[in-house]
Nanobody, 124 residues
Framework: EVQLVESGGGLAQPGGSLRLSCAAS????????IGWFRQAPGKEREVVSC????????YYADSVKGRFTMSSDNARNMMYLQMNSLKPEDTATYYC?????????????????WGQGTQVTVSS
């Protein structure tokens, strides 16, 4: 069973930075798509980033391109989201997530596994 546990959220000032971490376990192949999504109160879920565990390009939402960077440490089964130049509109609960097949196209449409979420608040 895939398990995902996020950490690293908190309060940041506009223009500041935070790094989110996700401890992942239970993956049984290199065919998963993994990434981050966020959800703010009253708003729809927004996929922030996605990549295949087997490698390839990382996809980012237009709203975070150039500011957020997703990375992974396969040896430690960890996934990270470095968030720079934070804006108040980045305030949301952030989740790491995965799908076992279907790639990032499926990840954008239909999530299969996700963690409990970590709150990010950007405010002065």
């Amino acid at each position: 069973e895939v398990q995902l546990v996020e950490s690293g959220g908190g309060l940041a000032q506009p223009g500041g930075s935070l790094r989110l971490s996700c401890a992942a376990s239970g993956f049984t192949s290199d065919d998963y798509a993994i990434g981050w999504f966020r959800q703010a109160p009253g708003k729809e879920r927004e996929v922030v980033s996605c990549i295949l565990t087997g490698g390839g390009s990382t996809y980012y939402a237009d709203s975070v391109k150039g500011r957020f960077t997703m990375s992974s440490d396969n040896a430690r089964n960890m996934m990270y989201l470095q968030m720079n130049s934070l804006k108040p509109e980045d305030t949301a609960t952030y989740y790491c997530a995965a799908v076992s097949e279907g790639g990032c196209r499926r990840f954008y449409d239909e999530l299969e596994y996700w963690g409990q979420g970590t709150q990010v608040t950007v405010s002065s």
